[in-house]
């Protein structure tokens, strides 16, 4: 079993950079896809990006490409989302998650999640 636990997330302004983390437990990790979702207030939870077992592929969100970048470490067990030019729209809660399969966008896909980082981009 993984569990996982984000942290990174904060108050900044528009234009501003922000690292999110994502710290798994469990033997297993490098096995799993993982993927960073993000909810609004109102709104369904989405992908934003995504990493494969071994980290060199790799999927955005339209929205965010060019200024998102995924990334992993499995000896740290540690999934990142670099997150550049953020926007207001970028304000959401960001949560990690971990799935056996790849490449699948829906939430239902992903198996154990983090409880979730608040991003929170000011204009």
């Known amino acids: 079993q993984v569990q996982l636990v984000e942290s990174g997330g904060g108050l900044v302004q528009a234009g501003d950079s922000l690292r999110l983390s994502c710290a798994a437990s469990?033997?297993?990790?490098?096995?799993?896809?993982v993927a960073w979702f993000r909810q609004a207030p109102g709104k369904e939870r989405t992908i934003v990006a995504a990493?494969?077992?071994?980290?060199?592929?790799?999927y955005y969100e339209d929205r965010v490409k060019g200024r998102f970048t995924i990334s992993r470490d499995n000896a740290e067990k540690t999934v990142y989302l670099q997150m550049t030019s953020l926007k207001p729209e970028d304000t959401a809660v960001y949560f990690c998650?971990?799935?056996?399969?790849?490449?699948?966008?829906?939430?239902?896909?992903?198996?154990?999640w983090g409880q979730g980082t608040q991003v929170t981009v000011s204009s």
């Open positions: 469990g033997r297993t990790f490098s096995n799993y896809a």
């Open positions: 990493t494969k077992w071994g980290g060199s592929t790799t």
């Open positions: 998650a971990a799935s056996v399969a790849w490449l699948r966008l829906g939430k239902d896909a992903y198996f154990t």
